[in-house]
């Protein structure tokens, strides 16, 4: 947990003390997350605490986190998930503000395009209860990231890791999109090929988080 939470904040994802990772308890007691009040890169063994799916602290000192629901809801509507990761990434909040859907215009959107990535609009204020937790999962269905649309990201992944890797994954993407348009935009007279294929014209391919690697896309 600390281990994500730093290379989270290395890549520029911190913001204060908002934004939080989490894993899947192996005894399916509930969800292990970043205490309140703490930076991502501040984040110790200390300073994490087992929640449960009601909101109870299980084991662990200290404030718990308010947006506890993004990542219980999310644990119980996917069984497939080992780790979700919620921040405010500043690409992807600027790209998804600006209406545009992601396209395979890097390497790294490729890992989640196709299919678009779903944009959760309920709200765009802080996810404390458990029925926005529940509708933010329903919105995620089974992709690998969602657009919190400004407000921040949420990616998954099988293991706290892979998560980690998919918020890191997915901000790039964002940055590189937004350059892209910002190139075509200066230059005006250039044609931009491809800059938003179709699924049909688009990879079939994703690289894996782990190994640098292609597999299916789904």
Known sequence: MATSSQVLAAAGQGDLIWGH????DPDG????IKAAEWGMEEVTADRVHLVDDQGAVVEGEGARHSEYPI????MAARPDVGGVVHTHAPHAVALAATGQSL??????ATYFFPPEVPRFTRTADLV??????????LTLGDARAVFLVNHGLVAVGRTLEAATVAAILLDRACAQQLRTHAGAAAHPGRRTRNLCPSASTST???PSPR????????
């Open 21 to 24: 990772s989490s894993a899947r």
């Open 29 to 32: 007691r509930g969800v292990w």
């Open 71 to 74: 990542h219980t809801e999310i």
């Open 103 to 108: 396209r395979p215009v890097s390497h790294a």
């Open 128 to 137: 404390l209860t458990r029925e926005l937790g529940r509708s933010l999962a």
């Open 204 to 206: 079939t391919t994703r």
């Open 211 to 218: 190994s640098g690697t292609t597999s299916s896309a789904a």
